[in-house]
């Protein structure tokens, strides 16, 4: 079928890819189960696995994309698409989510908000780089001309998240696609609806078939696609272990290309100069957002002592207030929706037991209710040194408040991590914020904002963070490779 249709039914999807323009039966006949976050109930049962046979059709459709019409489009025609392709998603976004929060669990009321900002903003962003791919020229004054072509890589794969997925899908397919790579996209198994929905508007955008397919699987399909001989490039995103094997299965297989968008441990740094309520609606929405499942979730505050007090009072009171607004995903008054599944619920509410015996709890600590993975947003004070609850991601909503009292201080505390992916500096000082914005490790750095990441500038982590970087003219590179071209001025 062209079109989604009226497939906003999670069941259409089992036992489906969509391959080379169509959905069709899984080759591979294992299945895995999805789960709806809000109930523990089974969604579905029979999610197909794609195996090797699976990949290779999809492999071999996208060669054939690669190499057909879609060569020949030109960077208007790609934004053209791109163009055409925001504007389906203006109409049927809210489906597409509606559909997706069935098993991510996120609430419908972000879908008008933070997901349509992050997805129509990126479709829009790209279209307007097809054309503006121009490589360099440098004159013949050694006697050669030298021209340097920046080149799509070819088929390129996807690996995505649970959290945002439709996003994501999004962040790696319009700066693909811009720059005339054809992607081949895999769901988390835990969420994959949005994206196999998603997945055949881009040919109703006018994208030849073949050049976006999305296969359905858990980490033995990514783990096919990461050590794929045809496949130039993976664009993860996801836990750092993860990230770990594909740059090992990439490298042991054709050295393809590799980007790595792993996981944060955040810190929010509080001055005595910053403006607190700014501070406070910062830090809590960078809690509370997609249940703490969010990436660059501020989960380390830190504030300083002359102020401790009064930001702790206040922001405990705010996160309190806001575990009223746990609940159905799907009624759009809704806030805060569940944890992903049970698993993240055990993994989650195992993490902040064992934090009771190292830091104090000031908030929540406890699942709410006994259907669905809710848990309470959670805040613990001054925990021990090298306590887990410091050092590990909890990818919930749970966050730890420690005191400092001098900038040196605070930034050997902020930087004494793996992770490096977000951080925030809250002052009204300009040049404390350019010190100390300077100081921080990390691959983005908000000033009197956190948890915050903008289309137009590189995101992306330092350290075990990862690799590479999305968004912004960078995300163009990462899909992208030079040619130099030598031309003798003198044959
Ligand atoms: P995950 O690593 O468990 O899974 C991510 C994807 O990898 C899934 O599609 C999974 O099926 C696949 N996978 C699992 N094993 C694989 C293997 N051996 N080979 C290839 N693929 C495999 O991560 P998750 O739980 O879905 O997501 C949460 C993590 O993602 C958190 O750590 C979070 O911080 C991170 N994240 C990072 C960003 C970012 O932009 N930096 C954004 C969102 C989430």
Redesign the pocket.
């Given at each position: 079928m062209g079109s989604i249709g009226g497939a906003y039914s999670p069941n259409f999807y089992d036992n489906k890819h969509y391959i080379n323009g169509e959905y069709v039966t899984s080759k591979n006949k294992e299945t895995y189960t999805v789960w709806n976050p809000k109930n523990g109930e089974v969604i579905s049962d029979q999610m197909a696995i794609a195996g090797e046979d699976d990949i290779n059709a999809a492999v071999e459709a996208a060669e054939a994309a690669y190499n057909g019409a879609w060569s020949k489009f030109s960077g208007q025609q790609r934004a053209a698409c791109l163009m055409k392709l925001a504007a389906i998603m203006e109409e049927k976004m809210a489906d597409i989510l509606t559909l997706d929060s069935q098993s991510s669990g996120n609430p419908v009321s972000m879908i008008a908000t933070r997901e349509k900002n992050y997805i129509i903003t990126a479709i829009k962003y790209y279209a307007g780089w097809t054309d503006k791919q121009k490589g360099d020229y440098y004159p013949d004054d050694d006697g050669f001309v030298k021209i340097v072509r920046h080149e799509p890589l070819g088929i390129c794969a996807a690996?995505?998240?649970?959290?945002?997925p439709v996003a994501?899908f999004i962040f790696k397919a319009a700066p693909a696609l811009a720059t005339g790579n054809v992607l081949i996209v895999?769901?988390?198994?835990?969420t994959p609806y949005g994206s196999l929905a998603l997945a055949p508007l881009f040919e109703e955008a006018g994208f030849p078939k073949g050049v976006i397919q999305c296969v359905s699987g858990?980490?033995s399909t990514?783990?096919i696609l990461?050590s794929h001989m045809k496949i130039r490039k993976i664009s993860f995103?996801?836990?750092?272990p993860?990230g770990q094997?594909?740059q090992i299965?990439a490298a042991k297989s054709n050295l393809k290309r590799v980007t790595l968008?792993?996981?944060?441990k955040s810190p929010a740094v509080i001055f005595e100069d910053a403006n607190l309520d700014n501070a406070l609606t910062w830090t809590v929405n960078a809690l509370l957002a997609r249940s703490g499942q969010v990436?660059v979730a501020a989960t380390r505050i830190y504030v300083q002592k002359s102020i401790a007090e009064q930001f702790i009072e206040k922001y405990v009171a705010k996160v309190k207030e806001a575990a009223g607004r746990l609940g159905d995903p799907q009624d759009p008054n809704t806030g805060l929706g569940p944890l992903v599944d049970h698993l993240a619920l055990e993994r989650v509410t195992g993490m902040i037991e064992r934090a009771k015996n190292d830091a104090e709890l000031v908030a929540g600590g406890n699942r709410k209710g006994d259907k669905g993975s809710f848990v309470e947003p959670t805040v613990f004070l001054n925990p021990k040194a090298g306590s887990e609850i410091i050092e590990k991601?909890v990818?919930g909503p749970v966050s730890v408040v420690k005191t400092f009292e001098t900038e040196e201080e605070v930034i050997k505390l902020a930087n004494d991590t793996e992770y490096g992916?977000m951080a925030g500096v809250f002052t009204r000082d300009v040049t404390r914020a350019m010190r100390v914005s300077a100081k921080l490790d990390a691959g983005v750095v908000g000033v009197n904002c956190v948890s915050y990441m903008n289309m137009q500038a590189p995101f992306g982590?330092k350290k075990s963070?990862?690799i590479g970087r999305e968004f912004g003219e960078y995300a163009l590179r990462a899909f992208t490779e030079p040619k130099t071209v030598l031309i003798n001025m003198s044959a």
């Open positions: 690996v995505n998240p649970f959290n945002a994501t895999k769901p988390s198994e835990k858990g980490g990514g783990a990461a995103t996801g836990s750092v993860t094997k594909i299965a968008e792993l996981g944060g990436c991601e990818f992916l982590g963070s990862g």
